[in-house]
């Protein structure tokens, strides 16, 4: 007899449901755990801080302002949804606008999307080898000197942005002019209204989080200042400039079979290099310096690689501009209170929304509004209070937190950080091969006197110069005993030059030299 089965089954013609009764399917939970008090304010937010980037990016870059718009719907809808970093935005970034301009010089808007494509892949071959990793060595005082250095640039280019002006190309023409443009607004030559709605959405900004109202405090404050300059450029007439979008669907174009010539020659494929590995450094240095914002779930760095392969893939297809991970919106992701990714997916939404749907609703929003909202951010990004504690505990770290931000201002941002990593390995080198070396007078109980030189601490080639001057002063007519016991390490250099100075020692002394633990053998 067989036993009957204790398997239920379902009714005919009704179809099994998945999972125990009563517990909801996982896409309806996934959705019930997301955070929407924190994550859909952020992302309006970060919404506000993405489009004035997108079109500024797109515009000094020499394209289409929708093509910046394109890739930042890509880096929110795309790679918001991929498994990396969660909190992270991507999007069109100023690190890549001069080469991105001399790519569409020399080779056309048409050829674009093939590099962007060929980046795309590359940066997929980078994630499947795992090299995404090797970008968590990163010191601390480099990251913050990295978020002082952006947020600098930030603030001295929008403050031409906020005064209606055109800003300089570099960061030190952005400085140097920043006199003239003083003097434009005091003498009443650049755009007054501008000047007045910039200043007031900054100081709204500023003055927000003071307001006496909790439920007034609950709106985001880039939100309640964007708005309210909104609302007064439209209800005054204001003649400021404002955002202007026309449709995506007709900018869109997918590379064509003329664009293969981009990448025949060397020129082209070492543009599709500089994209690679410009956009994958800023990307995980700003992953590194997110990390640090928050105590959510950290960045799998390999993962998050693979998720701007394919989000650089995807740009090429559709011929828009390469895009990184940009720590401004990031920033701004963190600080409006994201909790999950689901922030960074609905700020693509966002952008497609209105500037596809009804890009006729951004006119009223005053750019001198976004301008003030981005020298806010800015400012956030210097840390002032960190740059106190290490000018008063860690000198060295505070020089170079200094460095990579001045560096990135005069530069770029991956030269900028180039240089703090070689500073910060330097300093490294420098303080890990420190040594000690004690020299002691003793006296024998047969009233000869000896002298004792004790090394402790790290004996390197960066230390060789000082341990011989101390050596050769030694009396050769006297016993001498070299206790080297106390060292952690001592490299090949060091081991050599002490070996020899004890042979020429020995060989020019009537006095005994006792040497304690015997040097190894060199060759």
Same mark, same amino acid.
């Given at each position: 007899?067989?036993?009957?089965?204790?398997?239920?089954?379902?009714p005919?013609?009704?179809p099994?449901?998945?999972?125990?009764?009563?517990?909801?399917?996982?896409?309806?939970?996934?959705?019930?755990? *997301?955070?929407?008090?924190?994550?859909?304010?952020?992302?309006l937010?970060? /919404?506000?801080?993405?489009?004035?980037?997108?079109v500024?990016?797109?515009?000094?870059s020499?394209?289409?302002?929708?093509?910046?718009?394109?890739?930042?719907?890509?880096?929110?809808?795309?790679?918001?949804?991929?498994?990396?970093?969660?909190?992270?935005?991507?999007?069109?970034?100023?690190g890549?606008?001069?080469?991105?301009?001399?790519?569409?010089? &020399? /080779?056309?808007?048409?050829?674009?999307?093939?590099?962007?494509?060929?980046?795309?892949?590359?940066?997929?071959?980078?994630?499947?080898?795992?090299?995404?990793?090797?970008?968590?060595?990163?010191?601390?005082?480099?990251?913050?000197?990295?978020?002082?250095?952006?947020?600098?640039t930030? +603030?001295?280019?929008?403050? %031409?942005a906020?005064?209606?002006?055109?800003?300089?190309?570099?960061?030190?023409?952005?400085?140097?002019?920043?006199?003239?443009?003083?003097?434009?607004?005091? @003498?009443? =030559?650049?755009t007054?209204?501008?000047?007045?709605?910039?200043?007031?959405?900054?100081?709204?900004?500023?003055?927000?989080? %003071?307001?006496?109202?909790?439920?007034?405090?609950?709106?985001p404050?880039?939100?309640? !200042?964007v708005?309210?300059?909104?609302?007064?450029? =439209?209800?005054?007439?204001?003649?400021?400039?404002? +955002?202007? *979008?026309?449709?995506?669907?007709? #900018?869109v174009?997918?590379?064509?079979?003329?664009?293969?010539?981009?990448?025949?020659?060397?020129?082209?494929?070492?543009?599709v290099?500089?994209f690679?590995? #410009?956009? @994958?450094?800023?990307?995980?240095?700003?992953?590194?310096? *997110?990390?640090?914002?928050?105590?959510?779930?950290?960045?799998? %760095?390999?993962? $998050?690689?693979?998720?701007?392969?394919?989000g650089?893939?995807?740009?090429?297809?559709?011929?828009?501009?390469?895009?990184t991970?940009?720590?401004?919106?990031s920033?701004?992701?963190?600080?409006?209170?994201?909790?999950?990714?689901?922030? &960074?997916?609905l700020?693509g939404?966002?952008?497609l929304?209105?500037?596809?749907?009804?890009?006729?609703?951004?006119?009223?929003?005053?750019?001198?509004?976004?301008?003030?909202v981005?020298?806010?951010?800015?400012?956030?990004?210097?840390?002032?209070?960190?740059?106190?504690a290490?000018? &008063?505990?860690?000198?060295?770290e !505070?020089?170079?937190?200094?460095?990579?931000? *001045?560096?990135?201002?005069?530069?770029?941002? /991956?030269?900028?950080?180039? #240089?703090?990593?070689?500073?910060?390995?330097?300093?490294?080198?420098?303080?890990?091969?420190?040594?000690q070396?004690?020299?002691? $007078?003793?006296?024998?109980?047969?009233?000869?006197?000896?002298?004792r030189?004790?090394?402790?601490?790290?004996?390197?080639?960066?230390?060789?110069?000082?341990?011989?001057d101390?050596? $050769?002063?030694?009396?050769?007519?006297?016993?001498?005993?070299?206790?080297w016991?106390?060292?952690r390490?001592?490299?090949?250099?060091?081991?050599?030059?002490?070996?020899?100075?004890?042979?020429?020692?020995?060989?020019?002394?009537?006095?005994?030299?006792a040497?304690?633990?015997?040097?190894?053998?060199?060759?």
């Amino acid at each position: 007899m067989s036993r009957p089965s204790h398997r239920s089954e379902s009714p005919p013609g009704r179809p099994r449901k998945n999972g125990p009764p009563g517990r909801p399917r996982p896409a309806l939970a996934a959705l019930r755990a *997301v955070p929407w008090r924190h994550d859909l304010p952020a992302s309006l937010v970060v /919404f506000l801080v993405a489009l004035p980037l997108c079109v500024g990016v797109a515009v000094a870059s020499g394209v289409p302002a929708e093509l910046g718009l394109v890739t930042g719907i890509v880096g929110g809808l795309v790679v918001g949804a991929l498994p990396g970093s969660s909190l992270q935005v991507s999007g069109p970034a100023a690190g890549l606008t001069v080469l991105v301009a001399d790519a569409v010089q &020399r /080779f056309g808007v048409g050829a674009l999307g093939l590099l962007v494509l060929a980046t795309g892949l590359l940066q997929l071959a980078m994630g499947a080898l795992r090299l995404g990793r090797w970008f968590r060595a990163m010191s601390a005082s480099v990251v913050h000197g990295m978020l002082a250095g952006i947020g600098l640039t930030l +603030v001295f280019g929008q403050l %031409y942005a906020l005064a209606d002006r055109r800003a300089p190309a570099t960061g030190p023409e952005k400085i140097t002019g920043l006199p003239a443009l003083l003097t434009d607004v005091l @003498s009443a =030559a650049a755009t007054p209204s501008a000047v007045a709605l910039g200043l007031g959405t900054l100081l709204v900004l500023v003055g927000w989080k %003071y307001l006496p109202e909790r439920a007034a405090r609950a709106v985001p404050a880039p939100l309640a !200042a964007v708005g309210l300059a909104a609302a007064v450029t =439209a209800v005054a007439d204001l003649p400021v400039a404002r +955002v202007r *979008v026309a449709g995506l669907l007709d #900018i869109v174009q997918p590379p064509d079979r003329d664009a293969l010539t981009a990448l025949a020659g060397a020129a082209g494929l070492g543009t599709v290099v500089a994209f690679t590995l #410009i956009a @994958s450094a800023e990307t995980l240095f700003s992953a590194a310096a *997110v990390d640090r914002m928050h105590h959510g779930p950290r960045t799998d %760095y390999d993962r $998050e690689l693979t998720a701007q392969g394919v989000g650089n893939a995807v740009c090429g297809l559709l011929g828009a501009l390469p895009m990184t991970a940009v720590i401004v919106r990031s920033a701004t992701n963190v600080q409006a209170g994201a909790r999950t990714k689901a922030s &960074r997916l609905l700020h693509g939404v966002w952008l497609l929304l209105f500037t596809a749907l009804l890009p006729g609703s951004l006119g009223f929003v005053p750019l001198t509004a976004l301008a003030a909202v981005l020298v806010h951010a800015g400012a956030k990004l210097v840390p002032l209070r960190r740059m106190a504690a290490l000018c &008063r505990e860690h000198r060295g770290e !505070a020089l170079v937190l200094v460095v990579t931000a *001045v560096a990135i201002i005069a530069t770029d941002l /991956f030269e900028g950080v180039l #240089i703090g990593v070689g500073l910060a390995v330097a300093k490294s080198a420098w303080q890990t091969s420190h040594l000690q070396i004690a020299v002691e $007078e003793l006296t024998l109980p047969t009233g000869e006197a000896l002298h004792r030189v004790r090394l402790s601490g790290n004996a390197t080639f960066l230390r060789l110069p000082r341990l011989l001057d101390t050596l $050769e002063r030694l009396p050769d007519d006297r016993p001498v005993e070299l206790d080297w016991s106390g060292l952690r390490h001592l490299d090949h250099a060091c081991t050599l030059a002490l070996a020899t100075w004890a042979d020429q020692h020995r060989a020019r002394s009537t006095a005994p030299l006792a040497v304690d633990p015997p040097l190894p053998s060199v060759v």
